[in-house]
């Protein structure tokens, strides 16, 4: 996994109200080598579903966060995506400081640890677009509290969707029900972890591998990198992102 540079300075961490699970704030800043503050990074704990975005001369806030250990995801265009491994204390700390390096990543033995890399940044964005709306969205606290067996089971019920089974061989999928396209059977796009399927069945992934479900009715509200194929977007979108191994 990615590593930066991680120093420290009086960071606030802020504890709760005792009774409750401990949390904290981190305050911290994200600097390059020439220790300039970077502006627009990211940084989220993707797996706590926290996220927060640095300021003018990148400082950054995230509340809530449980005390102990956990791993901070940064990245910004133009440097490095890294990861953070840190420990959150109960009582007053450091200021967190972030450290990325401006050079891409050419290391081809780093490759597995790209892609798991790639996966967190994904669900990051997630719960961002959760946050945002927009659509429609399961997630995986929701699919557990179901305790359901089949993924299509997981979707039904929900407004302005309906589960239909396919003939030709008893697997099960969805329709939008205001499609705007004319037709009369008017199948969605579906994307799993990011990758485009064609003659997908819902009932091929377990709901205990998933970890988010995007649906989203019309081109107005899919973001523009699941807006692939204009011929179909008219009948809908969703995207279905899994669990990362080992958790």
């Known amino acids: 996994m990615l590593r930066g540079k991680l120093t420290f300075a009086l960071l606030l961490a802020l504890p709760i109200a005792v009774g409750r699970a401990q949390t904290s704030t981190l305050v911290g800043i994200v600097r390059d ?28 806030v995230i509340r809530g966060v449980p005390v102990g250990k956990v791993e901070l995801s940064v990245r910004r265009l133009g440097f490095e995506p890294s990861m953070f491994v840190l420990t959150v204390p109960a009582d007053r700390g450091d200021t967190l400081v972030l450290v990325l390096d401006v050079r891409p990543l050419r290391i081809d033995g780093m490759i597995v640890n790209g892609v798991e890399m ?3 940044v994904a669900l990051e964005e997630f719960y961002r677009r959760k946050a945002a709306g927009g659509g429609w969205f399961v997630t995986r606290a929701e699919i557990e509290a179901r305790n359901l067996s089949y993924l299509s089971d997981v979707l039904r019920g929900l407004a302005g969707l309906q589960v239909v089974r396919l003939p030709r061989n008893s697997g099960s999928t969805v329709r939008f029900l205001h499609s705007r396209s004319s ?34 009715q019309g081109p107005g509200t899919t973001p523009m990198q699941f807006a692939h194929n204009s011929g179909t977007r008219g009948c809908g979108t969703v995207i279905i992102w899994t669990r990362l191994p080992g958790t």
């Open 33 to 60: 080598s020439a220790q300039v503050g970077i502006a627009g990074a990211d940084i989220g704990i993707p797996l706590l579903h926290l996220a927060a975005r640095s300021d003018d001369i990148g400082r950054f």
């Open 118 to 120: 790639k996966r967190l």
């Open 183 to 216: 037709r009369r059977d008017c199948p969605p796009q579906f994307w799993v972890d990011g990758q485009r399927l064609e003659n997908f069945e819902l009932d091929d992934v377990s709901p205990r591998d998933v970890e988010g479900i995007e649906l989203y």
